[in-house]
C-alpha cells in the first residue's frame, strides 16, 4: 500500500499549476514594468520605448455614468503624445502577481494613479510581456480605472 505522502505527492504532480518562474525571470520581468512606469511617471517616450513593443496596444475599463467604457490604443499613439502637456503623473503598484512560462509573462498588480499630486483613480494593472532577443518587453496593458475604489494609505 502506499503511503498518503506519495499519493499525495504524484497527486500534487498531476494538477496543472501555473509556472512561476523560480530564477531572476521575476526580477527582470518587473524591472521591464518598473522602468515602463518611470517612463510614464518621467513623461520620457525613451524610457518606455526601451522596454515595449511599439505595436504593444493599452486597454482601460471603466464605468462612466452607469455605462461601460472601453478605451483602446496602441503604445506608438501614447508615445506620439506622452511629452506633451505640463501635469505630473504618479503611478504605482504593489502586490505583483507573475506569472511566466517560456518566453511569455503575465504581471497582475493593483495599482493607483495620482495627476498633479491629487489621487484619480485606482485599479487593477495586467501587463503583458515577451522576452524578445534576451529583454522582457512589454507587449501589451490593461487596466482598469476605478475613481472609488482606493485602498487608504497607498
Not at 486597454?59 to 503624445?81: K, Q
Amino acid at each position: 500500500m502506499k503511503s498518503w505522502t506519495s499519493m499525495l505527492a504524484a497527486a500534487a504532480l498531476c494538477l496543472g499549476t501555473p509556472a512561476v518562474a523560480q530564477d531572476d525571470s521575476n526580477a527582470q520581468i518587473l524591472h521591464s514594468v518598473d522602468e515602463f512606469l518611470r517612463g510614464l511617471n518621467e513623461r520620457d517616450p525613451a524610457v518606455i520605448a526601451a522596454v515595449s513593443t511599439e505595436e504593444g496596444l493599452l486597454v482601460s475599463h471603466r464605468i462612466r455614468e452607469g455605462r461601460e467604457v472601453i478605451r483602446m490604443r496602441s503604445f506608438a499613439e501614447d508615445l506620439a503624445t506622452i511629452g506633451e502637456g505640463e501635469e505630473t503623473f504618479r503611478e504605482v503598484y504593489w502586490d505583483p502577481t507573475v506569472l511566466v512560462r517560456g518566453n511569455i509573462a503575465v504581471v497582475w498588480a493593483e495599482y493607483s494613479f495620482d495627476l498633479d499630486g491629487k489621487r484619480t483613480h485606482c485599479g487593477i494593472d495586467v501587463f503583458n510581456l515577451m522576452k524578445i532577443e534576451g529583454a522582457w518587453k512589454v507587449t501589451g496593458i490593461q487596466y482598469t480605472v476605478e475613481p472609488d475604489n482606493c485602498p487608504k494609505g497607498r
